[in-house]
T-cell receptor, first 114, second 118 residues
Framework: AQKVTQAQTEISVVEKEDVTLDCVYE???????LFWYKQPPSGELVFLIR??????QNEISGRYSWNFQKSTSSFNFTITASQVVDSAVYFC???????????FGDGTTLTVKP | NAGVMQNPRHLVRRRGQEARLRCSPM?????VYWYRQLPEEGLKFMVY????????ESGMPKERFSAEFPKEGPSILRIQQVVRGDSAAYFC????????????????FGSGTQLSVL
């Protein structure tokens, strides 16, 4: 069985602060894929990043960075110098070797105040 | 290239009515996934379909819910005799091909259908 845990239900920060969203996963698959999605207030889901289990290299994309630690089964997401437009619900997801099913965490609601 | 299109955006039904939710995948995508998002919860997998086939319906409630993805036309998620507990946002996603081995394509999501049951 697969499980994704986002322990932080809500986070509130002030603009320009750095913020890290935690994601811990469980899977028995040796090959799997991890994702982060953003759901802004408008409701749609926006893909942010995909990482496969063979690649533990951390990634940086602008103000976003991701820290994949296979030893602790974590795939944390950091926003540097947060902005009001970053306010959204962020979902971490896991997809194993079963082609169809992706398991999502319950999401973390990030509020960035001006 | 249009994204995943879901309609209607909002659907209001009274208890006992039927709800039909439509999803047109991105052009060239033959794999469709339905997810449900209950208030204050994450996305829960419901069903995975390819053209004319249900591949995995392990997340679908056993009764009242059905899904199809015909050769022509959109994928339909059908809920019969809706109850208040069916109120949720239903998201459709598509991908160009299934994962297997070491490849997995990201899912492209629609904007969702918000179902409200009165």
């Amino acid at each position: 069985a697969q499980k994704v845990t986002q322990a932080q239900t809500e986070i509130s920060v002030v603009e320009k602060e750095d913020v890290t969203l935690d994601c811990v996963y469980e899977t028995r698959d040796t090959t799997y894929y991890l994702f982060w999605y953003k759901q802004p207030p408008s409701g749609e889901l926006v893909f942010l990043i995909r990482r496969n289990s063979f690649d533990e290299q951390n990634e940086i994309s602008g103000r976003y960075s991701w820290n994949f630690q296979k030893s602790t089964s974590s795939f944390n997401f950091t926003i540097t110098a947060s902005q009001v437009v970053d306010s959204a619900v962020y979902f971490c997801a896991l997809r194993g070797t079963n082609a169809g099913k992706s398991t999502f965490g319950d999401g973390t609601t990030l509020t960035v105040k001006p | 290239n249009a994204g995943v299109m879901q309609n209607p955006r909002h659907l209001v039904r009274r208890r006992g009515q039927e709800a039909r939710l439509r999803c047109s995948p991105m052009k060239g995508h033959s794999h469709v996934y339905w997810y449900r998002q209950l208030p204050e919860e994450g996305l829960k997998f419901m069903v995975y379909l390819q053209k004319e086939n249900i591949i995995d319906e392990s997340g679908m409630p056993k009764e009242r819910f059905s899904a199809e993805f015909p050769k022509e036309g959109p994928s339909i998620l059908r809920i019969q005799q809706v109850v208040r507990g069916d109120s949720a946002a239903y998201f459709c996603a598509s991908s160009p091909f299934s994962s297997g081995g070491q490849r997995s394509e990201k899912l492209f999501f629609g904007s969702g259908t918000q179902l409200s049951v009165l």
